[in-house]
């Protein structure tokens, strides 16, 4: 059972280069998630998607973009990296209903220099 | 603004001992508040999730309360062991679909 896979698992950007994260889940889940993990922080909600075709901002959208490509597919994207979005991010999935727990990818470490 | 705070940020214990992990939250409307546990370079896997009609729920050796009207929520673990070693972290779903983590307890149990 896969769940929840992100790819890449780690990379190295320059200031200024864009890059798309991966997520994708087998699990037919209606909403899905990015969070960002930082030291002292806890996890942030970047963007969500409660259903295929709807995204919205979470705590900290400013620098990202959201891609729901299909049911199974969220993407992340940045467009001009910031040494500020270095941070472990996460993907999750969730049923629908407000009392289902959500299921989270290893995540992808991402450093920007 | 809707917080989460865990106290301690860190906890030793001996193998074998009963300990307990706090979890605050500001929110008083909260749908339900989840426990997760995150192994070092993983993803948080979810241990517990209580309803807010709820007042506990238990699975093995792991057992949590919520009490919405002091904003608290315990996660009780017995008789610990060492592959209890993780970072512990709870959190509130609140309107909008959103979960607010809190930072997070690590423990480490000591054979």
């Known amino acids: 059972n896969a769940g929840v896979t992100q790819t890449p698992k780690f990379q190295v950007l320059k200031t200024g280069q864009s890059m798309t994260l991966q997520c994708a889940q087998d699990?037919?889940?209606?909403?899905m998630y990015w969070y960002r993990q930082d030291p002292g922080m806890g996890l942030r909600l970047i963007y969500y998607s409660a259903s295929e075709g709807t995204t919205d901002k979470g705590e900290v959208p400013n620098g990202y973009n959201v891609s729901r490509l299909n049911k199974r597919e969220f993407s992340l994207r940045l467009e001009s990296a910031a040494p500020s979005q270095t941070s472990v991010y996460f993907c999750?999935?969730?049923?629908?209903?407000?009392?289902?727990?959500?299921?989270f990818g290893d995540g992808t470490r991402l450093s920007i220099l | 603004k809707q917080e989460v705070t865990q106290i301690p940020a860190a906890l030793s214990v001996p193998e074998g001992e009963n300990l307990v992990l706090n979890c605050s939250f500001t929110?008083?409307?909260?749908?339900?508040l989840q426990w997760f546990r995150q192994d070092p370079g993983k993803g948080l896997t979810s241990l517990l999730l209580?309803?807010?009609?709820?007042r506990e729920q238990t699975s093995g050796r792991l057992n949590a309360s919520l009490d919405k009207s002091s904003g608290r929520s315990t996660l009780y673990i017995a008789a610990s062991q060492p592959g209890d070693s993780a970072t512990y972290l709870c959190?509130?779903?609140?309107?909008?679909?959103?979960?607010?983590f809190g930072q997070g307890t690590e423990l480490s149990v000591k054979p």
């Open positions: 999750a999935s969730a049923p629908s209903g407000a009392n289902q727990p959500q299921h």
């Open positions: 209580i309803q807010s009609s709820q």
């Open positions: 929110d008083s409307a909260i749908y339900n």
């Open positions: 959190a509130d779903l609140v309107q909008g679909g959103k979960l607010i």
């Open positions: 699990m037919n889940h209606n909403s």
